[in-house]
């Protein structure tokens, strides 16, 4: 039988005594009670109502509402559903900027003993349609601004755009337990179809209890809501300061752009932020040096793998009073694991370990056979507690599937989809995700170990490799990188780096140089959004010089149709190219087609521009006479 879970796991001292210091000056932090597990949402929002109704409790660019207020505008939303439908946990969609009538709206929602559907205005009309339509919500609430192309989205849906929040302080909350549901989330859908995880009081609870714990977050804190209100990370920034009677400030990043975030953070002196891998990089760009955000605490990172020249900027750009903490989750998981960092901190891998478990949570590093791989190999990383989300919602297969029974009964088994690996001490180190591991030449490569490589480059700031068929179906890899400065480096100097640590089948055969990645609405890297290799000449060291010979023009076409390029010049080398073994097969295939000589692939390799290889040919078969 499977170990059940350390309720508490026991952290080095060196990682305990940076926890220890992330504490707000006016030291008012109290632990989240385990026994608050057993009540709902609602039920501890309330308390804090009671006790400090004037206190702020959210704070946009459209305006502040404090406890009280937030508490009366849920009771109009409440007095609504309750009106309009019969009762019964089923999903209301939420469709909102984020402000406070949004987080008034799902705390309204959770009064009514509904469950809450976030949504963005960002998503696309077509996966908006599709997320109501499979969740089976009846009523979509909305503000009057969205309420047009929300009643376009979803025909089926009764549309509320004209909320009353002039609610009254006498309603009392849903009377629910913590096993009720609270939240539908819908995935990414990388892998198929949108799905709905549904989290229940007791699991976004738990969440919310390890957090608070971890980042000892306390009413004087002011947490920045950078995440869309629609995905997992939105709604634990959401609750993490509003259960421990902190000030929330949302901040829609997708509208406004990274230029004013450094300002804001100042201005609205924010002391706890989650940044995706990134958003924190594309921050950093903005910086002068001279920020040192003094009110910041705690700087979050997640998202994506964090690499360790991102600590170099958390050292570069903040407060020395400032913790650095990553770690990863998932939305069936919730957060399973951080690592704390400080300024003195060492990283000793190119990627930042994801730390240990916390409580309650056990994370295991699996094969394909579900056994413990051992130390420092790759395997998937799972997460088994008691606490996980409920399932997918109305996919009972798929949930019985994926959430699989472990330890005691209670506990259940949840796979990942990312990669990781065990150190010696059982601090975990997140690799890359499954789905971003590929076959390049019969060889598995990890691309995020490409990424990790890439990213431990001085003159790369930011790097992303993705992995697409070329023309003949083979693997070909291209990587995307953001220069650390004005000038990019060239295709040369990049491959002749790599090859001191990366075997030449994981070195990317193009290069993209991009003035910053794209994100998606989640703050994530936007692979679809990555333009496809452009087929023009790469930037490398090699001057280009046309073909002189009709024997080098003839060449020269066959490498450009070979390796997909626009032209290609006699001293360029093959290899910086992007050509590889097998490209060279082939160029040596349409060399005897064309010339009818046979030739050696080593002779390619050997000889690797188009003048060496016209010289060679000259001395198989004859100088060939000038154009």
Request: include cysteine; glycine fraction near 8%; proline fraction near 7%.
């Amino acid at each position: 039988m499977i170990a059940p879970v350390e309720r508490a796991p026991t952290l080095p001292p060196s990682q305990r005594a940076i926890r220890e210091r992330c504490v707000h000056p006016t030291g008012r932090f109290v632990a989240f009670p385990r026994d608050d597990l057993e009540r709902t949402m609602t039920a501890l929002l309330a308390r804090h109502v009671a006790r400090s109704p004037d206190r702020l409790a959210v704070q946009s660019r459209h305006g502040a509402m404090s406890y009280g207020e937030l508490d009366r505008a849920a009771n109009g939303v409440a007095r609504t559903l309750r009106e309009r439908l019969a009762d019964g946990a089923e999903p209301v969609g939420l469709l909102f900027e984020p402000g406070g009538p949004a987080i008034a709206a799902a705390f309204g929602v959770l009064k009514a003993g509904k469950i809450c559907l976030p949504l963005a205005p960002s998503l696309p009309r077509a996966r908006t349609s599709h997320i109501l339509e499979d969740s089976g919500a009846r009523l979509l609430l909305t503000s009057a601004r969205h309420a047009t192309d929300a009643r376009e989205a979803a025909a089926q849906v009764t549309v509320v755009g004209d909320l009353d929040y002039a609610g009254d302080g006498a309603m009392a909350a849903h009377s629910g337990s913590a096993d009720d549901l609270a939240y539908l989330l819908y995935t990414s859908g990388t892998t198929g179809p949108p799905k709905g995880v549904a989290h229940s009081h007791r699991s976004l609870l738990h969440l919310e209890m390890n957090y608070s714990n971890a980042l000892h977050i306390c009413p004087d804190d002011r947490l920045a809501g950078l995440r869309s209100p629609s995905v997992f990370g939105g709604v634990r920034d959401l609750w993490a300061a509003l259960l421990k009677g902190a000030a929330f400030y949302p901040l829609d990043v997708k509208r406004e752009g990274v230029a004013p975030l450094a300002a804001w953070l100042h201005e609205q002196e924010i002391t706890i932020a989650f940044f995706g891998a990134p958003l924190f990089r594309h921050l950093a760009a903005t910086l002068n040096g001279r920020d040192t955000f003094p009110s910041l605490r705690v700087i979050r990172l997640g998202s994506d793998t964090v690499h360790r020249s991102d600590v170099e900027l958390y050292r570069r750009h903040f407060a020395p009073t400032c913790v650095l903490v990553n770690g990863l989750g998932a939305t069936e998981t919730g957060s399973a694991c951080k690592f704390f960092i400080d300024m003195d901190t060492p990283i000793e891998t190119a990627t930042v370990p994801i730390g240990y478990p916390l409580e309650d949570m056990r994370v295991r590093v699996l094969d394909d056979d579900d056994r413990e791989v051992g130390e420092g190999e790759v395997g998937e990383l799972a997460v088994q507690s008691r606490y996980l989300a409920v399932g997918y919602w109305r996919r009972a297969e798929l949930t019985a599937a994926a959430f699989r029974a472990a330890g005691d009964g209670a506990e259940r088994l949840y796979r990942t989809g990312n990669l990781a690996r065990r150190h010696a001490d059982g601090c975990v180190e997140h690799v890359g995700r499954c789905d971003f591991q590929v076959k390049v030449h019969g060889h598995r490569v990890e691309l995020g170990e490409i990424e990790a490589a890439l990213m431990g480059l001085e003159a790369i700031r930011e790097a992303v490799v993705t992995a697409r068929p070329d023309a003949a179906g083979d693997t070909r890899l291209t990587a995307y990188v953001v220069p650390d400065s004005a000038v990019a480096p060239t295709a040369t100097a990049i491959r002749r780096a790599l090859a001191g640590t990366l075997p030449d089948h994981m070195i990317p055969a193009d290069f993209v140089a991009l003035d910053r990645l794209p994100l998606n609405a989640n703050n994530k890297i936007d692979r679809g959004a990555l333009p496809l290799p452009a087929g023009t000449r790469p930037f490398i060291e090699a001057s280009f010089v046309t073909p002189r010979t009709p024997l080098e023009a003839t060449l020269a076409a066959i490498w450009a149709e070979v390796l997909g390029l626009d032209r290609v010049g006699v001293h360029d080398p093959f290899l910086e190219l992007g050509g590889d073994s097998l490209l060279a097969t082939r160029v040596v295939a349409r060399v005897r087609d064309a010339l009818d000589v046979e030739m050696p692939v080593r002779v390619l390799l050997e000889s690797p521009t188009i003048a060496a290889m016209a010289a060679a040919l000259d001395r198989v078969t004859g100088p060939r006479p000038l154009g």
